[in-house]
């Protein structure tokens, strides 16, 4: 063996030039993409014997030999990476080196569900499902927060990962993102606020997300379910009703949905649902507990995302008139 690695060595020394050559050569890959894991802790020959294995067509005796005289193989990242075709000696101590690993992304939409959450990872390109068969406790015990609701309690946002990571792993960092937003939004909140902790401020950012059609009216809307939580007036947001439905809504909300009464129906309840309804953005965060100095009390859609605010009851009959029924 020492025999070998010297004559190994000599030829990445470049003897008559052949060893650069193959340092350039790009790896006949028997297919156009490789897949290779690096595990922490692994010696340049364990990951040139892992190079092999993942389907690289090299001597792994030679590659350990360039991995020892490029003086880098201590360097190497764990990780989990991708080869192509045009990848060579050369580029992939480079790419071990840098830890340039192959990710993916998942995005997680503002207004989501957590049933939603739970779809879009499931479709997730090369993202482990471990909570497939988990119940939602299941979930958030296994993610340290046993006995907490899931819905509402993740960022939205788009999330990178390595092929092969879990699920689970993704929502940790949702998870994480969501409480330092909403701490963040929380230590800036009004001092005149109704809502009495960061939890109501999570739930009443849920109905603002999806009851705003404009952005520019979200701090508007934020303040109408402000002043009606401040006088005892019940919230009557459609958004809640439809969640506390599940899988009965079809589409259309009737007057018998709107007096059937459910823990999320606030319609026949005072003050806010027992949860969030959906994951907010930042901006509804924001608003939740930031809402614009008003004394609305209602507000009705003009059919073009944008919504009209009125302070009085007859105020807000004259818009509905003149935005729902053409009057």
Do not use: C
Request: glycine share 8%; aromatic share 8%.
């Amino acid at each position: 063996m020492r025999l070998f690695f010297s004559v190994a060595l000599a030829l990445i020394l470049g003897a008559a030039g052949a060893g650069y050559l193959w340092l350039d050569q790009p790896f006949a890959l028997p297919a156009p993409s490789v897949d290779l894991s690096i595990e922490p802790g692994a010696s340049g020959r364990d990951i040139a014997s892992a190079v092999q294995d993942a389907g690289v067509p090299v001597n792994s005796d030679l590659l350990y030999a360039w991995f020892r005289f490029s003086g880098q193989s201590k360097k190497i990242k764990a990780g989990s990476y991708e080869l192509d075709r045009h990848s060579t000696p050369r580029s992939l101590l480079q790419k071990l080196v840098r830890g340039e690993e192959a990710l993916r992304s998942v995005t997680l939409v503002e207004g989501w569900t957590f049933r939603q959450v739970r779809e879009a990872l499931g479709k997730a390109e090369q993202l482990k499902p471990e909570s497939r068969a988990l119940s939602t406790d299941d979930i958030m015990s296994r993610l340290g927060k046993p006995g907490t609701p899931p819905e509402g309690h993740f960022f939205p946002d788009t999330y990178t990962y390595s092929k092969g990571s879990s699920d689970l792993a993704v929502l940790r960092r949702a998870m994480h993102a969501m409480d330092k937003r909403l701490a963040a939004a929380w230590a800036l909140r009004d001092a005149g606020t109704p809502l009495k902790s960061p939890e109501d401020a999570l739930v009443l950012a849920s109905i603002v997300e999806k009851e705003t059609g404009s952005p520019q009216d979200r701090a508007n809307i934020a303040a109408v379910f402000s002043n009606r939580l401040r006088i005892g007036m019940r919230l009557q947001t459609d958004p809640s009703v439809i969640y506390g439905m599940g899988a009965m809504f079809d589409g259309n909300l009737r007057k018998r949905d709107l007096q059937t009464d459910t823990p999320w129906n606030t319609y026949t309840r005072v003050g806010l649902p027992p949860t969030p309804i959906a994951m907010p953005g930042k901006a509804s965060l924001l608003a939740a507990v930031q809402p614009a100095t008003s004394k609305a009390l209602y507000f009705v859609a003009r059919g073009d995302g944008s919504s009209q605010f009125s302070n009085s009851l007859d105020e807000h009959n004259r818009a509905v008139n003149k935005y729902q029924r053409g009057q």
